[in-house]
């Protein structure tokens, strides 16, 4: 069996040569799919892609003609893969929960970095600054934190703001029985948070979930963190809201147009997107790319799931992790759990 691997990184390849595979042939490559370089999966079974990669129709025309059949991300979201269009052509597996303490962590770190001014007094004392001004913060105790969506991450990042001794307000279109949060509607959680946190996949439903419209009901001084994806937040909104002081601050690990910029070095380039350079360039936003999920132990679960999914759909014709598009409910449907989806 032969995969071949898009927007591959060092790290992804370590990880997955980490693990000892028998009759199974790695091809990695740099470049992210698109209809331009999807003919490099020519004889190739499986391909494997990650966020920024580009699985729409053309593509899969494409893919399908060279004999792929499955599509395996790498990753939790599916955004990038047009799954109605692959219903009876490729199968699509992905990896649900890799770890979803490095997301959280990521989050609350990136929280905690901006409101205690951190990444200013490391950059200040470098130059043996050791004055306070211009760092004042403020506790985490006490404030009120809206998380949008209650799955795995949301969940690990609802319970770490439990043991900061913060109130929880959550909202998620299927709430949970054991989360520790208030589930409110969406308005409720807008006028009532302090912080408000995104953890929901990125559909038709919840593409610019922040809006001009959102931040107006917002408190004055709001902090918007996003760890999901990039779409969630219309950017201009959010730059105006940052503009007008209604948005205190923003911490970003995802973008919009990251996809022709994130995981590449520009350190030596201007950057074209004045977007993303403007954003920088606010002190009250932190900007990271992408790198919430990356830690040791999620780069490992993602390698172990993404190919025993592969070996499922192999030996089986069916995974636990198929992405189910054909009755819809994608992720949920327990019927396409124990047999074939087509």
Not at 51 to 68: F, Q, R
Not at 160 to 166: E, K, L, Y
Not at 244 to 254: E, H, M, N, Q
Not at 281 to 294: E, K
């Amino acid at each position: 069996m032969k995969i071949a691997f898009f927007d591959t990184k060092p790290y992804d390849r370590q990880s997955f040569e980490n693990i000892e595979q028998n009759d199974v042939k790695f091809k990695f490559f740099d470049t992210k799919l698109n209809i331009d370089t999807a003919d490099l999966a020519h004889g190739c079974d499986v391909v494997c892609i990650f966020v920024n990669d580009t699985a729409d129709a053309e593509v899969i025309d494409k893919l399908y003609e060279l004999g792929v059949k499955i599509i395996a991300l790498r990753c939790a979201g599916y955004n990038n893969v047009d799954l109605n269009y692959a219903y009876g052509k490729i199968h699509v597996v992905h990896v649900p929960a890799y770890s979803p303490y490095a997301v959280a962590e990521h989050a609350m770190a990136m929280l905690l970095t901006s409101i205690r001014r951190i990444h200013k007094a490391y950059i200040r004392t470098k130059d043996f600054n050791f004055s306070l001004g211009g760092l004042t913060g403020f506790d985490l105790h006490g404030k009120t934190v809206g998380v949008i969506g209650t799955g795995k991450i949301g969940r690990v990042f609802i319970d770490i703001c439990n043991g900061f001794g913060m109130k929880v307000l959550a909202f998620d279109k299927f709430p949970a029985s054991d989360v520790r949060a208030e589930y409110v509607d969406l308005d409720t959680l807008f006028a009532g948070s302090d912080i408000i946190s995104l953890h929901c996949p990125l559909t038709h439903e919840t593409k610019h979930i922040i809006n001009q419209s959102s931040i107006e009901k917002m408190r004055k001084g709001v902090m918007i963190l996003n760890t999901s994806r990039g779409a969630l937040i219309d950017t201009d909104a959010l730059l105006e809201g940052i503009k007008s002081r209604k948005v205190g601050g923003a911490c970003l690990d995802v973008y919009e147009e990251e996809s022709d910029i994130f995981f590449e070095d520009f350190s030596g380039h201007i950057i074209d997107d004045d977007t993303i350079a403007r954003l920088i360039s606010m002190p009250n936003v932190i900007v990271t790319s992408h790198q919430a999920f990356l830690t040791e132990e999620a780069l490992g679960n993602i390698a172990e799931t993404t190919l025993n999914n592969i070996k499922e759909m192999q030996e089986k014709g069916y995974s636990q992790n198929e992405l189910c598009y054909h009755c819809g409910k994608m992720e949920s449907c327990k019927e396409c759990r124990n047999r074939k989806c087509f």
